[in-house]
């Protein structure tokens, strides 16, 4: 099993950066492929970033490619989301998630859910 707990929300100006953090337990954290999803007021939950379980591969949605990055620190039990250039469209609740495949883009196809973090972006 996997717990995951996001931190590093806040509120921001437009153009501005945060990097938002994700805390795993579990011993199966390094074996999991992780993902990035966001959900705005009224719209349904879309993926945003995700990282193969070690790290090499990485994915992104076409909206922030080029601003954000995803990282993680197995050794840490860690997955961050650096967010740069941050438009008031980028304001969401953000849920980190741990997968089942690689790269996948579906929220059905991760099992594990943090609570989320408030990301609100002012223009």
């Known amino acids: 099993q996997v717990q995951l707990v996001e931190s590093g929300g806040g509120l921001v100006q437009a153009g501005g950066s945060l990097r938002l953090s994700c805390a795993a337990s579990?011993?199966?954290?390094?074996?999991?492929?992780m993902g990035w999803f966001r959900q705005a007021p009224g719209k349904e939950r879309e993926f945003v970033a995700a990282i193969s379980w070690s790290g090499s591969n990485k994915y992104y949605a076409d909206s922030v490619k080029g601003r954000f990055t995803i990282s993680r620190d197995n050794a840490k039990n860690t997955v961050y989301l650096q967010m740069n250039s941050l438009k008031p469209e980028d304001t969401a609740i953000y849920y980190c998630?741990?997968?089942?495949?690689?790269?996948?883009?579906?929220?059905?196809?991760?099992?594990?859910w943090g609570q989320g973090t408030q990301v609100t972006v002012s223009s």
């Open positions: 998630a741990a997968g089942l495949y690689e790269g996948h883009r579906l929220s059905n196809e991760y099992d594990y």
């Open positions: 579990g011993r199966t954290f390094g074996s999991r492929p």
